[in-house]
């Protein structure tokens, strides 16, 4: 690939994030569905090149063709090193989204070699984002889950204390003041849907469940947010009977509240009922 398709390539994804930063709040225009996505090194330059100005073009497809560009091109090839400085430039570019820092903070932490300039860049990027409170949670929680999710298959100790730090940063959010009981379950069940099983991370977000279960002002909508499954799987006995019985306490508190509809109290009563048998 020349220096010239080089340029192009990278005006147009600039002119893409300018775009989509600017259409942030308002509905995106997306036909992805009608295209087919590009498998060959061909395709994804063709998609490249009209990234800035086709609607049916998003971030995720121009980092999907970025890989396979990657992919299909020779270890050590310019191609590579110049799809890797692309990622980093854009994701250092005023202005970028949210989701969009995020896809592209982390197609840059897959293609980097481990120790990079590159990959820590991205890890830090990712983190930044996790802890900001300007943005939507929801993308917030998603930033440190995408860290989790990738540090999980890398080898060796940076890994680890990656995927300690996205560990870290998800329960550090299911705790923030604040935020809604919806809100820290989100942080919470990201991190436990996202470990191992029986791992330490998985049993700490367990816990993490149960510390919004105890939240003394749970309105009854709330509380069936948290109660949508018994135990979440994945603890030990202890730690799985110690979730019914804060669940069974949770119901015990709504009980009290003198807002409750005759149906849902019918509701709480039953769902005592049916932890007062699980608990026996």
Known sequence: MDENTQQQIAQACVALLEEN????NQERVCNSGNRSEPSTKEESMTLLLHAGSEPSVDVGHVTDALWILYKRSRPESQTRQWV??????????????????TELASTLYNLSPRDSHERQAAVQAL???????????????????????QAVYAQGPRGARERQQASEMLLEQAR???????????????????????????????????????????????AKVLDYQRATQG???????????AKKRMWETVAQ????????????????????GFLK
Not at 185 to 194: K, P, T, W
């Open 127 to 149: 983190l930044a984002l996790a802890r900001r409170r300007d943005i939507p949670f929801g993308d917030a929680v998603e930033a440190a889950h995408s860290l989790y999710v």
């Open 21 to 24: 930063a600017a259409n942030y």
């Open 235 to 245: 603890g030990n006995r202890a730690l799985v009977q110690q979730q019914l019985a």
């Open 176 to 222: 923030w003041p604040g935020i809604t009981a919806a809100q820290a379950q989100e942080a919470a069940l990201a991190l436990c849907y996202a470990a191992p099983y029986r791992s330490k991370e998985r049993n700490e977000s367990i816990l993490a469940l149960i510390e919004v279960m105890r939240r003394p002002d749970l309105s009854f909508e709330e």
């Open 257 to 276: 509240r003198p807002d409750l509809t005759s149906e849902q109290r019918a509701e709480v009563a039953r769902a005592l009922e049916d932890y007062s």
């Open 84 to 101: 890797t400085q692309l990622l980093f430039g854009l994701l250092q570019r005023a202005g970028i989204t949210a989701p969009d820092a």
